[in-house]
């Protein structure tokens, strides 16, 4: 049972994620008929002020002993940096080790991998920082395109409100889902969310330093909706199928089809969020050729259906 949650705090803290934690587990909701926990504020020294990425201080009450007990262990999203404080470290390896679970929101997992608790399993992190974990960290295993990863007694979640759908996942699992759909309800948040992070994920044209593949990927934008085979595509980079396949990986980390296919959803994603267009002749524009084939393409890029994506994100009119 859950009785005690500790959120650590330390320079460079960021308020909304810290907010978030504060407001799944440390208001008192028993007139919501959800259970009362225990929750402390700690930082390196109580009573000592931290620094927060806004500017603004925090003073936490407790100290870095306050963990000693504490069934959860929140981590809200720090500032990223190259070395994080010993204490911390210390203190969050002790509490792994007695069984305490522990859970970072978006950046925080940074100070999970720090501290070695994550080699060999599979967490995630903002999209933005999924590249730099992995590349600090090649023993952990990133994945950037859920809202978050529950793998017992380690969650991670991604960026920003994502911290709200793994504490409320942790309710859930707690306390059940009515205690969850209480506290959802007054935080006016959907309880569970479907999908993952990749829907919310910008794909611009990377920038080549070979011109003709440059002036290839501008022409293959530019040109969505007409049928796009790689021998056509080498043909107009003035180069043999195979050198320009080649290249083109090169460049963009891709293989044509891939890069055509992704482009394609991102336009569909385009027409979705501004026009009233069905998905037929979305189909149509963005190179699909029919709703069926959107639909099997999107959902497999972006994680949701495209109905569900217009709803979601459509633009006000």
């Known amino acids: 049972m859950l009785r005690t949650v500790a959120a650590v705090v330390a320079d460079g803290l960021a308020p909304f994620e810290f907010g978030v934690v504060c407001e799944v587990f440390g208001l008192d909701r028993t007139d919501d008929g959800v259970p009362l926990v225990d929750f402390r504020v700690c930082g390196p020294v109580a009573g000592v002020p931290v620094r927060t990425s806004m500017g603004a201080s925090l003073i936490p009450d407790h100290g870095l002993d306050a963990l000693e007990d504490a069934d959860l262990i929140a981590i809200p999203a720090l500032l990223i940096r190259d070395e994080y404080p010993r204490e911390i470290i210390d203190a969050l390896r002790a509490a792994h080790a007695r069984g305490a679970v522990l ?45 978050f990863v529950d793998d017992g007694d380690i969650i991670t979640s991604a960026g920003t409100a994502a911290g709200i759908d793994a504490c409320l996942h942790i309710v859930r699992k707690e306390f059940g889902s009515a205690a969850a759909n209480a506290i959802a309800r007054r935080m006016v948040v959907p309880p569970q969310r479907d999908g993952g992070q990749r829907q919310y994920i910008d794909r611009p044209v990377p920038q080549c330093e070979e011109q003709s593949i440059r002036e290839v990927l501008a022409w293959m934008d530019e040109h969505l909706d007409e049928p796009q085979t790689v021998e056509d595509l080498a043909r107009r980079a003035h180069l043999s199928t195979r050198t320009f396949a080649r290249t083109f990986v090169a460049e963009t980390g891709t293989t044509p089809m891939q890069w055509l296919a992704t482009q394609r959803v991102h336009h569909a994603r385009t027409l979705l969020e501004e026009s009233g267009l069905d998905l037929e002749e979305i189909a149509r524009l963005s190179g699909f050729g029919s709703a069926a084939l959107l639909r099997h393409h999107f959902r497999r890029a972006v994680g949701v259906p495209p109905t569900d994506y217009r709803q979601t994100f459509r633009h006000a009119s």
């Open 103 to 147: 859970l970072s929101v978006c950046s925080g997992s940074f100070l999970l991998a720090e501290a070695g608790l994550v080699d060999g399993r599979r967490i995630t992190t903002h999209w933005r920082h999924a590249d730099e974990l992995t590349a600090r960290f090649p023993q952990v295993e990133v994945d950037p395109d859920v809202l």
